[in-house]
């Protein structure tokens, strides 16, 4: 029987969300990423999370993978980059982003989520062969009155299972439009950083769902 917490390593988050879902349920839980944590927890690590994957981690959670230049969206400014880049800057920025996710997902913990949106066609050919699905998820199925299709790429770890479904509010109404806030941001410094965040409801869920399998794998496997 397991006598200790859960080492669990959320890569690639500043917000805190996930790592604070999982901390809830007394899981020995630090996040990682190249710039600060929002909250000021001693518990982030501030640099490239592959220098971290081999720190003895039972369940990794990559939260936010820079996924501009991999996904479906983002394919058009690779034959057409924006004003001040290059198209050897876009295709160099694929190639990096690609290998970020394949670390991650090649890491040697036994139980690995990725989050990343549905790619396009060259982020999947630099992607390893094997690449299950990914399971898309919506905030609005765990209590959250939000639009935004979320990817998780799974390895030893369950699908999610909703929450809390909501009702959808009727397509084009004013509650409609706020639910696609995320997709109607405005440009600027930190929409990114909005566009990224995850939702409460969704981190929930992850560190119920997710830290309940892997306790109960590693405790049949004792």
Known sequence: MLDRPLRVLIGCETSGVMRRAFAAHGHDTWS????????????????????????GWDLLVVAHPPCTRLCNSGVRWLHSPPPGRTAADMWAELDEGAALFTACWQAPVDRVAVENPVMHRHARERLPANLPRPQIVQPWWFGEPAKKA???????????????????PAKGSDEDKRWQAVHRASPGPDRWKFRSRTFEGVAAACADQWGRAALQQIRSAA
């Open 32 to 55: 990682c990423d190249l710039l600060p944590s929002e909250d000021g927890s001693n518990r982030h690590i501030r640099g490239d999370v592959r220098d971290h994957l081999a720190d």
């Open 150 to 168: 979320t990817g998780f790429y799974l390895r030893g770890l369950p699908p999610l299972v909703a929450t809390n479904r909501l009702p959808l």
